[in-house]
Structure formats: structure tokens, C-alpha cells
């Protein structure tokens, strides 16, 4: 017996998950059972290549996706990746790669991502990142709709005692799979939560948070709740982002704070000029859900207006500040949530923000103050612009940005848009609760 049938075998495993996840943020997987891990360890399981261009609305291809009936990939197991899954006892995930024809595909998310991590390498660079998760604690209503768990306001303490159970779970079954948990509290909304875990390397924090997610619906559900990560639930309350935390390295030295720890290097100005460059149109790639943008609203912290600042929660670039030397040490991207597909997101946020760092732009001046409370003109003095109200108007500045559709790929690109503009024509003129009927338990 070799180690990998020895592991199935001490852990009791039936079921090996292949997962990957989509162009629409959807998780999937197909198992198999131990029995055939011989048959599967090295080729995996196959899968329609219109797989990827499936919306989160319905199982159709979307239309002018490229891809049809036609064509088979492979999910190929990453086996570093292989977990036991503490919440679905007998059954293991790991994380699959997806090849077609015998060499990675370019519309796997995981290769797209690796693709802009040999790029930044190939600069000098590591990236260590994190995904700031926040979600909700929900149940069913007696007319089928979502409700929250509780009432209770931020960081109440109530709220801590009250869901003490379903988060000790969840903090547990995180740790079990190697992912440190730093903090956790409740968040503004109505049975809102947030836990923050580790920073990694890049291909890694985006393997974690498909695992975070993954597990936190997986614990909710065996403690009778639903857990939901869609970006606005309830109008009058918070909308939930999953904030990318990112910063640049080399030779074990973060680069983002000035030699004296105290300020935010040229690099790090740099790489925010980059994102803020390219946001309009990077925004149809992490906040890609016609829902997505019932949160980015101004005086809602969540990053409305294309500008950066330190601390502050209204520019959607915020620099955070550390009580002592090294500060600041990396940087937040508010205008990013749930729906993105992690891999997808951090790639293109790579792409973005080393663009600026090769042509050396300026970001121009940090905003201290909430801009939604200035006039137009003073808005526009300061160069501060309104991100895209809508999915429609961050689909055409995708469109319309040659870097990161270069970044992407013609055949990625196209099946990505393809997705995402099926949603926004299916979705434009719904309400929220037609939103929170259709998306509510997808996400």
C-alpha cells in the first residue's frame, strides 16, 4: 500500500472531491470513490469543456462563450492539496488543475493565476496575500425566503455567545485543514460574520479561500444554517466583501514600507497606481455579480470611488496602518467580494497593479476624507472618479482594457465575459429579492 492508499485508507475516505471552481464562482467537484484511486490518481476525471461557461443562474452554456457540446478537459488532482474534510466525514476534497489535450488549459482558473505568478517572479517579486471573508449566518423563513440568524449589532458580544457553537466549528475545522485563523467578530449586518485568517503565498490564498468557503457552508449547514457569501442580502443592512489583502516581497523583505518602515514605498505607490489604473474595468473581474454592486455604494466602506488613502474605508484602496515600524505593510482592495472567482481575481489583480509598477506611475495623493461628501468639482479637481454603478458598465471597461484582456487570454476572456454578461442581462432589471431567490444559497 503506498502512502497516498494509506491515508484514504487510516482516514476512512470513500469519497475523493476533484473540486474546480468556474468562471461563474461556482465550487464544484466529481468523486470517486477509493476503490478506483488507481484509475484516477494521474488522470483525474473528465469534464465538458462548456463546464466553463455555465452562469450561476441555471446549468446552460452561455451564449457566445466559444465553447459548446463538444470537447472534453480533465480535472487533474493537485494531491498537495488533498484534506480530509472534518465537516463531510468520508469524503477528502482536492483541488484539481484542469488539462486539455495534455497540457494545462487556458481557461483553468488555478493556471491563469500560476501564468501571472511566474510574471511577477520573473520581475522579482513574491506576492503574499490574504481574502478578508465576510458572510452571513441565515435561516429559512416560513415562506422559503432567507432570514437572519440573530439581531444583534457590531462585534456584540450577544452575538459571539450566540453563535459560539457554529464558530467554534468552523474556526476548528479550518485549523484541521492548515489554515490559521487570526481573528474573528461579528460583523454590522443581522447574523453578518467575519474570520480573517493567514496571509500565504498567492496560488495559496486562493486555494484557501475556495477551502474557507467550502467549509463554512459545509459547518453551517450541520448546525441547521445557511451560510451565504452573496455581497447584499438585505437592503437596510451591511453587504459582505471577501477584501483582498496583498503585498510584495523579495528575498524574504517586504517591499511596500520605505527602508524606514514608516511610509509606503515608491514600489508600493507604484502598484496602487496600477490597480487604480486599471479598476473600472479589473472590477468585472472581483466584483462580478449584477448583485455586487448594491454594495459599492458611497458612506457604505466599501470602496466607491476610484481613489486611495490610508485608513481609509471609503477609498477603495486602503492603506492599513500598523501601531509600530514596519507601516504600512500591505495593501486592501475593497472592490472585491464573493462572487469572484479567487484565482481569477488575484491574477488579474497581479496584472493590474505590476503594470503600474513597470510603467512607475503616480497614484497621485492619498484622500483623507470620505469623497462621497465633496461636490462634483471638488471630486473632480482631485482627479476622483465614480467606479461603475453596474455589472453593464465594468463588463465595457473589460472590454476596453487591453492589459488585462491580454492577461487573461482571448479564450478565457471571451467564455468569462460570456458568463458574466448572461448574468447582467438576466439579472439587470431584477429586484434584490429576486437577487437573494436566485444567487442567495450559490454563493
Known sequence: MDSLEQILTEQNIRFVRLVWCDNANIIRAKAFHRDFLAE?????????????????????????????????????????????LPYAPGHARVLADIVWQNNPWALCPRFFLRRMIDQTEALGFETLAAFEHEFYLLKRGDDGRLVASDTTPFASTLAMDWHQPVIDAMTDALISQGIPVERYYPESGPGQQEIAIRYCPALQAADRQIMFRETVRGVALRHGLIASFLPKIFADAAGSGCHLHISLWRDGVNLFPTATGTELSEIGRWFVAGLLRHLPALMAITTPSPN???????????????????????????????????????LELKTVDAS?????????????????????????????????????EQRQQRGIERLPQNLGEAIAALHNDPLLLEALGAPLAQAFLAVRQAEWLALKEATLEEEVAKLGDRY
Open 292 to 330: 455586487s454592486y448594491r454594495r459599492l455604494q458611497p458612506h457604505f466602506w466599501s470602496g466607491a470611488y476610484r481613489c486611495w488613502g490610508f485608513d481609509n474605508r471609503e477609498a477603495a484602496v486602503r492603506i492599513p496602518s500598523n501601531p509600530a515600524p514596519p507601516s504600512p505593510t500591505h
Open 40 to 84: 484516477h490518481r494521474q488522470h483525474g476525471i473528465g469534464i465538458s469543456l462548456a463546464q466553463q461557461a455555465v452562469t450561476a443562474l441555471h446549468d446552460s452554456v452561455a451564449p457566445d462563450s466559444g465553447l459548446g457540446a463538444v470537447g472534453e478537459a480533465w480535472l487533474i488532482p493537485d494531491w498537495s492539496t488533498l484534506t480530509p
Open 340 to 376: 469572484a472567482n479567487p484565482y481569477l481575481a488575484l491574477g488579474a489583480v497581479l496584472a493590474a497593479g505590476l503594470d503600474g509598477v513597470k510603467h512607475q506611475w503616480d497614484p497621485g495623493e492619498p484622500v483623507h476624507a470620505d469623497p462621497g461628501y465633496w461636490s462634483d
